[in-house]
């Protein structure tokens, strides 16, 4: 048999799994409110199939990428060269990020120093990422500009 027609079978599978649940949800939507007991029945297999496929997925493209880059040592080099980049941006972000204890207006803390130190980390990376994109992307349209 191909792997097509097992990937399409298994696909099929989860298709009717799928429908299962779903009809099955709606069939006993109203009586689900404050029947914590048919909550459980009905909705955790549903759940636990979404788990599963999550986890299948993830499985899937981490394995396929690490084939790949086994496959591939350039993608590799290459691959290793873009998360150190990555990784001093993000030292970049963490340098320039303040660590000050947030507060309430009445003086009550909401958020320590380290916390608030990683969520600037987190907006200071999410912007330096964005720009040097940009600067990538105005890089390529200029490049392209006066090659043709």
């Keep these: 048999m191909k ?4 990937l399409n079978i298994v696909v099929g599978v ?17 009586e689900l409110e404050g029947n914590l007991e048919l909550q459980a029945s009905v909705l955790d297999p549903f759940s636990w199939l979404m ?5 299948a997925a993830a499985l899937i493209s ?11 040592p350039e993608l590799l080099k290459r691959s290793l060269i873009g998360l150190a980049g ?10 320039l990020s303040p660590d000050n204890v947030v507060t ?8 320590s120093s380290s916390v608030s130190k990683w969520v600037s ?4 990376y999410s912007l330096l990422l964005g720009a040097v994109g940009l600067l990538f992307f105005v890089y390529d349209f200029v490049k392209s500009f006066i090659n043709n």
């Excluded at 309430?104 to 958020?111: H, R």
């Design 3 to 6: 792997n097509t027609k097992i």
């Design 14 to 30: 989860v298709m009717l799994l799928g429908l299962f649940f779903w009809i099955r949800t709606g069939m006993n939507g109203d």
């Design 51 to 55: 788990y599963l496929l999550l986890i």
């Design 62 to 72: 981490v394995g396929f990428s690490i084939k790949n880059l086994i496959r591939h």
């Design 86 to 95: 990555m990784a001093v941006i993000l030292l970049l972000a963490y340098v």
């Design 104 to 111: 309430s207006i009445k003086g009550i803390e909401l958020a």
């Design 121 to 124: 980390t987190g907006i200071w």
